[in-house]
């Protein structure tokens, strides 16, 4: 069974930093396509970032230069160093497996971690 769980949110202020971290459980990371989505109250999910099996990096335009996505296969953890954080940031961040399809779409994902708050204050 494919179990995600994420960690490392909290409160910071705008400008500061955050380290978000994924255990997955049930799926090598090896030869997962693993992505980080957010969701702010009132809003849809929408994609941050992805990395794929072979280490290949995507990002949204609205984090690009803020953001760095990572994996660890051997410990089967994915992070997603957080920079310049912004009140906008503010949001649950999820982890998820996809299929490496549909790389910035909610549909592109079959499993979900439980997220975790990211709040920044200004």
């Known amino acids: 069974q494919v179990r995600l769980v994420e960690s490392g949110g909290g409160l910071v202020q705008a400008g500061g930093s955050l380290r978000l971290s994924c255990a997955l459980s049930g799926r090598t990371l090896s030869t997962a396509f693993m992505g980080w989505f957010r969701q702010a109250p009132g809003k849809e999910r929408e994609f941050v970032s992805a990395?794929?099996?072979?280490?290949?990096?995507y990002y949204a335009d609205s984090v690009k230069g803020r953001c760095a996505i990572s994996k660890d296969n051997a410990k089967n953890m994915v992070n997603l160093q957080m920079y310049n954080l912004k009140p906008e940031d503010t949001a649950v961040y999820y982890c998820?497996?996809?299929?490496?399809?549909?790389?910035?779409?909610?549909?592109?994902?079959?499993?979900w971690g439980q997220g975790t708050q990211v709040t920044v204050s200004s």
């Open positions: 990395i794929s099996w072979t280490g290949r990096t």
């Open positions: 998820a497996v996809g299929r490496g399809s549909d790389i910035g779409e909610v549909k592109g994902y079959d499993y």
